[in-house]
């Protein structure tokens, strides 16, 4: 039996694909080992949405030829996507995969050990992503890596062209899953044992454009699925929170009240130059909306600082909106340039030395929003959905998360909480403040 060892780099679409390819090679006969094995054949799926990303899917490409000289190693995803064609001979890889090709993994696996003796070059298999044609690449997993969430891929490609972004042309332009076939995927994932779901995707605010449904019609299907207890969604564009999605959302008993709304500035001026597609006004009100339907939810976010031309006046009025909106958790990313973007070709780039400075002090008032909503829910009853047993300071304990994505901590004893949803107080805070110590109702 061979054997084959996966390895996945960035988001969680590309995670998801991963899973599916595994399972592909699953069925055709492989085992799969741990990635620092030796195997017969290792796939990378690769990320591009920064230099650093393109320079690591390098190295883990090389890293594969170090552990097994004869093994296949195939390249797949985005940053071979990007750039497979021009670097095919210098990459290393016996396979390049582009996006949308991935499902071609063990046609493409035979094809390499069928004609080894005839090698010459790299496997090429590209289609250009950037073609209006392109069709949804359908994959399907039937379990998560994860043991209690399974994350659920239903869309891909991107039309906002960001001025800091290379996604769109890694993955092309937007296009939808069917809603029946995410409801027989999630409905098979529920009969494996899953309770909670993420439906995800590239630009998953742009779900069933240029069709007759939505991501709400999407929402309101899974909703119905007997197993699933639980929905939550990948990082939304403010624009799609109206009051009539909000309203549809908010009636189903099983969504989480976690919802992760791109802001990338608190500045319409940065916003801008951006390329982003809403105003600060219009991310307010997509906020005041979500809260005017669920009862305090989690608003969470990512910030980019030091934007090219970014003034002090400029990121002081992202510092001020931060503390307006009072985000539950806050991811903040110092601006990279991305060879291929319009952001990295304009003048006033901005010092590591102030990006790292403006970073430290948003971090800082992030971590502050943070502690105040969990702090909040001190002496709440809350459904909390337990995944593992960890050792805490010594101690064990078994750890899982809120519906608002709180992490929360209960001492173990000898029941098996894995898996299970229960109803807990939250009585204090952790020292780190990372945790919320719970007691079962």
């Known amino acids: 039996m061979k054997k084959a060892a996966l390895h996945n780099l960035g988001c969680k679409v590309n995670a998801y694909e991963t899973e599916a390819m595994e399972e592909l090679l699953k069925k055709?006969?492989?085992?799969?080992?741990?990635?620092?094995?030796?195997?017969?054949?290792?796939?990378?799926?690769?990320?591009?949405?920064?230099?650093?990303?393109?320079?690591?899917?390098?190295?883990?490409?090389?890293?594969?030829?170090?552990?097994?000289?004869?093994?296949?190693?195939?390249?797949?995803?985005?940053?071979?996507?990007?750039?497979?064609?021009?670097?095919?001979?210098?990459?290393?890889?016996?396979?390049?995969?582009?996006?949308?090709?991935?499902?071609?993994?063990?046609?493409?696996?035979?094809?390499?050990?069928?004609?080894?003796?005839?090698?010459?070059?790299?496997?090429?298999?590209?289609?250009?992503?950037?073609?209006?044609?392109?069709?949804?690449?359908?994959?399907?997993i039937e379990k998560d890596s994860e043991h209690t969430r399974a994350f659920v891929k239903v869309q891909d490609g991107c039309n906002q062209f960001c001025s800091y972004c290379i996604i769109p042309f890694a993955r092309g332009r937007i296009r939808s899953r069917a809603i029946d076939d995410v409801v027989n995927e999630v409905t098979g994932l529920a009969k494996a044992g899953y309770k909670e779901v993420v439906i995800?995707?590239?630009?998953?605010?742009?779900?069933?454009?240029?069709?007759?449904?939505?991501?709400?019609?999407?929402?309101?299907a899974v909703q119905k699925i007997d197993g699933i207890e639980r929905i939550r969604m990948g990082s939304l564009e403010p624009q799609i929170v109206t009051e009539d999605f909000a309203k549809r959302v908010s009636a189903l008993s099983k969504m989480c009240p976690h919802f992760h709304l791109s802001l990338q500035s608190g500045c319409d001026s940065v916003l801008v130059r951006m390329n982003r597609k809403y105003t600060i006004e219009e991310y307010t009100k997509g906020v005041n909306i979500l809260r005017k339907y669920f009862d305090d939810p989690a608003i969470t976010t990512d910030i980019i600082v030091g934007f090219p031309q970014e003034t002090q006046e400029e990121y002081n009025t992202t510092l001020d909106y931060v503390d307006e909106i009072?985000?539950?958790?806050?991811?903040?990313?110092?601006?990279?340039?991305?060879?291929?973007?319009?952001?990295?070709?304009?003048?006033?780039?901005?010092?590591?030395?102030v990006k790292k400075e403006r970073?430290?002090?948003?971090?800082?008032?992030?971590?502050?929003?943070?502690?105040?909503?969990?702090?909040?829910?001190?002496?709440?009853?809350?459904?909390?959905?337990?995944?593992?047993?960890?050792?805490?300071?010594?101690?064990?304990?078994?750890?899982?998360?809120?519906?608002?994505?709180?992490?929360?901590?209960?001492?173990?004893?000898?029941?098996?909480?894995?898996?299970?949803?229960?109803?807990?107080?939250a009585t204090e805070i952790t020292p780190d403040n990372e945790h919320l110590l719970v007691e079962i109702c």
Not at 378 to 386: P, S, T
């Open 28 to 140: 055709d006969g492989f085992e799969i080992v741990d990635f620092n094995e030796q195997a017969d054949v290792y796939v990378i799926n690769t990320c591009s949405v920064t230099n650093i990303a393109d320079r690591k899917s390098r190295q883990m490409i090389h890293k594969c030829k170090k552990l097994n000289p004869d093994a296949c190693v195939v390249a797949a995803g985005c940053y071979v996507q990007n750039f497979g064609k021009d670097i095919a001979d210098e990459l290393g890889a016996d396979i390049i995969l582009g996006n949308n090709k991935k499902n071609d993994l063990v046609a493409k696996v035979h094809e390499y050990f069928e004609k080894l003796d005839e090698k010459d070059g790299p496997i090429l298999d590209y289609v250009d992503i950037n073609e209006g044609n392109v069709d949804y690449e359908d994959m399907i």
């Open 200 to 220: 995800t995707g590239i630009h998953l605010s742009s779900f069933g454009t240029g069709t007759d449904f939505g991501l709400a019609d999407l929402l309101e």
């Open 326 to 353: 009072r985000f539950a958790e806050l991811h903040v990313f110092a601006y990279s340039k991305r060879a291929g973007t319009r952001a990295a070709k304009m003048s006033g780039q901005i010092t590591n030395a």
């Open 359 to 425: 970073s430290a002090k948003l971090i800082s008032k992030g971590i502050e929003n943070t502690k105040a909503y969990r702090m909040a829910h001190i002496g709440k009853v809350m459904d909390v959905l337990f995944e593992e047993k960890q050792i805490i300071n010594g101690c064990e304990y078994f750890v899982g998360f809120s519906k608002e994505y709180i992490k929360c901590m209960v001492k173990a004893d000898d029941k098996d909480l894995s898996n299970t949803i229960l109803k807990v107080k």
